[in-house]
């Protein structure tokens, strides 16, 4: 009976350790749910999550983590690259609309150097920064007008140009979309005016110079001349 015994308690110390291994090794092996190709874990595979979403590509630790292909339901789609399971480095996002964004990606957004084009044809080539126009770009609408210069959350701000499809000109300072601060404008008729402006009108001091080089000098206010300073 002691022998009995002791070839028991043997045979449980050895489950004990086998078990746990076993069940770790299945753990290991097994595919996160809808996993239709590879293991969907290491290496190169394909999963198809339960929103529609289909990821085709390569995988570390069980992310997404290399280069990729994503599709959405919508029929949008990415191809580029990721990182800890988001679009991180080059990629291209095409939505269905047909606008694009071409460039680089950081935490899932836009953020970096980069060419996006509207729906429209409208295209935007510049900075980005958390999925927004920010820093420095040049916009060029459908109708022929472009804008080159400073950005800040997706509008026009800070120092910048913009070139009208019919030859005006404006070089100055902006804020959300509008001229603010100090700037020149140019007519293409030979007229120009250089000071100040309050959302997107002549507003404070400022010199209107006429085709045949006179001048009137001094306040304006709301885009017309007030009074001599």
């Known amino acids: 009976m002691q022998g009995g015994n002791k070839m028991i308690r043997k045979t449980t110390i050895v489950l004990t350790f086998i078990v746990p291994l076993l069940l770790s090794g299945c753990a290991m092996f097994s595919k996160p749910e809808g996993c239709v190709e590879g293991n969907c874990k290491q290496g190169p595979g394909k999963i198809q999550h339960p ?14 983590d290399g280069q990729g292909n994503m599709t959405w339901k919508d029929g949008a789609r990415y191809e580029g ?8 480095g080059e990629g291209t996002y095409t939505w269905t609309s047909g ?7 950081a935490n899932d957004q836009r953020s970096g150097k980069g060419t ?22 040049s916009y060029v609408w459908k109708n022929g ?6 950005w800040k959350d ?3 701000a800070g120092q910048g140009t913009m070139t009208w499809a019919n030859g005006d000109t404006y070089e100055g ?22 000071g100040q402006w309050k959302d997107g009108l002549m507003d404070g001091e400022g010199t209107y110079t006429r085709i045949d080089g006179s001048k009137i000098s001094g306040i304006f206010e709301k885009g017309k001349f007030l009074r001599e300073k």
């Open 173 to 194: 300072q902006w804020q959300e979309n509008l001229m603010n601060g100090q700037g020149t404008y140019r007519w293409k008729n030979g007229f120009s005016y250089a």
């Open 81 to 88: 690259g990721f990182k800890d399971g988001v679009k991180a």
């Open 145 to 150: 007008n472009r804008y080159n210069g400073e």
């Open 51 to 64: 929103d529609g979403v289909t990821y085709t590509g390569t995988f570390k630790d069980g992310k997404k």
């Open 154 to 156: 997706g509008d026009m």
């Open 116 to 137: 996006f084009t509207y729906p429209d044809g409208s295209v935007y080539e510049g900075n980005f920064d958390k999925g927004e126009r920010s820093g420095t770009g």
């Open 99 to 105: 606008a694009q964004y071409k460039g680089s990606f």
